[in-house]
């Protein structure tokens, strides 16, 4: 048996076993109430997926290994899946401290010849030529009794990644005002389709022969009349000035009809992101400062980190400075869409945009700008699709720009790390 492909999503982490002629998906909670095993006959739908540092890791150390075995500590809420790899017998542990997902990783160093561990909760590498369960007494295994863990409702994996669903779009850009839209054309439509009755109320007008013998409300089709009068000429005249109120509606309707279909049609173009947070382990992380660079003759502000440095022009003369100072072309561009707003340019080292750098970028506008949104729509391009306008400063033309909804995290600075 092999652990081919792995996937994760906000709560869970998704290991493929292929079997002879069939492939299980064994799915691992994250903690925060996800906390256990289970198995499926299918993987993650890919709206659902996430990346993260954990992901990585496993992907590294347990994709594409060989399936020894499953052991589960007599103690305390600890499994360890055990693998095959470089002929040797390696394990994978995970621990469920309360709500809290430890991990360590007992591994083959083929490059050293060595066995090693890494504990998550340390994030060091050791030498280490055995491991058990007992790694985990310094944050805090106990002995249990296993029988009190057991839960009482047995909760199938697909009603909670249907849960996790429900949240992700719940709180996913886009989907609301879609539906919004959506509505909105289904119900002009209808408005249309029953203005649709004017000749009907023309032929009435002109072909009936004494309209006093109608009664105060008529129906003609689906449009209702109601006389004021009784005299036939009258109510003539009434019928003609309905028509005369249908197409004028008509004219509006058809003018909402058109700038509804085009919003729907740019929603359709807006990436949606599932921007449920990942569940993370516990994992001990060396942060690092970030480092402001800001200069009086600068009309821009750098913050530089690890992965990616990020520049925001903090007025019209600093978005051209920093455009033509700092930028490079394959860098990005950012700025609201359809509002007044900062322009910011990052630059990513492995030059792939990530859902957190969107994140990153769309929060930072916005306190720039000294908004308070809790959505932004924003539009993106590469600096080598920028050209400025002559004698209107901070003012770019674009081309080849996207756009995408996110929403804002007020700590996007903790992204950073």
């Keep these: 048996m092999y652990i081919q492909k792995i996937y994760s999503t906000s709560q869970f982490i998704c290991c493929s076993f292929r079997f002879v002629g069939k492939t299980q998906y064994v ?52 499994f360890s899946i055990n693998y095959n790899k470089w002929g040797r017998i390696n394990r994978f542990y995970f621990f469920y401290n309360g709500r809290n997902l430890y991990f360590a990783n007992h591994f083959y160093d083929v490059k050293a010849s060595q066995m090693k561990l890494f504990r998550s909760w340390t994030n060091k590498v050791e030498l280490a030529n055995e491991s058990n369960f007992a790694l985990f007494d310094e944050v805090g295994r106990k002995k249990l009794d296993h029988s009190e863990l057991a839960s009482k409702d047995n909760i199938s994996i697909k009603k909670m990644l249907n849960e996790e669903k429900k949240k992700a779009l719940k709180s996913s850009v886009g989907v609301k005002s879609q539906k919004f839209l959506s509505r909105k054309r289904s119900k002009i439509l209808g408005d249309l ?40 000429y009258k109510r003539r005249d009434e019928v003609y000035t309905k028509i005369k109120k249908l197409n004028k509606a008509k004219g509006i309707l058809d003018i909402r009809l058109k700038d509804t279909e085009a919003l729907l049609e ?78 910011i340019i990052i630059k990513i080292k492995d030059g792939i945009l990530s859902e957190k750098n969107f994140i990153i970028a769309g929060s930072a506008l916005i306190e720039f700008g000294g908004l308070n949104y809790t ?30 909804s996110i929403h804002i995290d007020p700590s996007w600075r903790d992204l950073l790390f």
Excluded: C
Excluded at 279 to 298: A, G, L, N, R, V
């Design 375 to 404: 959505e932004a729509n924003i539009l993106y391009t590469q600096v080598k699709n920028l050209k400025g306008v002559k004698g209107v400063p901070g003012k770019v033309t674009y081309k080849k720009e996207k756009r995408i």
């Design 193 to 232: 389709d029953n203005i649709n009755s004017i000749e009907a109320l023309r032929d009435l007008a002109q072909k009936s022969e004494n309209l006093s013998q109608l009664p105060l409300k008529h129906t003609v089709e689906k449009i209702v009349l109601k006389f004021k009068e009784k005299d036939h």
């Design 27 to 78: 799915y691992i909670g994250r903690g925060a109430g996800k906390e256990g095993l289970w198995i499926d006959d299918e993987k993650p739908e890919s709206f659902l997926r996430k990346k993260d540092k954990l992901l990585e890791y496993l992907r590294k150390h347990l994709g594409s290994t060989s399936f020894n075995s499953f052991v589960i500590d007599e103690q305390d809420r600890i």
């Design 266 to 343: 740019k929603n359709n173009k807006i990436n949606l992101i599932n921007t449920l947070k990942v569940t993370s382990p516990i994992w001990k992380i060396k942060k690092e400062k970030i480092i402001e660079i800001k200069s009086i003759d600068k009309k821009y502000k750098v913050l530089t980190f690890d992965s990616l440095s990020m520049a925001i022009g903090l007025s019209a003369h600093g978005n051209d400075q920093m455009r033509k100072e700092w930028s490079k072309k394959d860098d990005y561009w950012f700025h609201l869409d359809g509002d007044k707003s900062s322009h």
